[in-house]
């Protein structure tokens, strides 16, 4: 994407946003389909022990970089 935003032409942008957007929208689609599904299943007891570790997350301790 940031090689197609340096190219300043926004029908050339505009035309590989659509396509990430309908690529993006396929795998959201497909996680909640599939991958959240067996994600469930293969956790099953564990869920309630994991579903509080996000709480604990700090991120503000976490530095990341992108490269555009």
Do not use: C, Q, Y
């Not at 035309?15 to 389909?33: G, Y």
């Not at 869920?47 to 301790?61: I, M």
């Amino acid at each position: 994407m940031a090689r197609i935003i340096k190219t300043r032409n926004s029908e050339h942008v505009f035309e590989h946003l659509v396509h990430l957007e309908n690529r993006m929208i396929k795998h959201h689609e497909k996680e909640e389909d599939i991958f959240l599904p067996m994600a469930s299943h293969i956790l099953g007891e564990s869920r309630e022990d994991l579903s509080r570790k996000p709480g604990e997350f700090d991120a503000s301790k976490i530095k990341r970089k992108w490269g555009i």
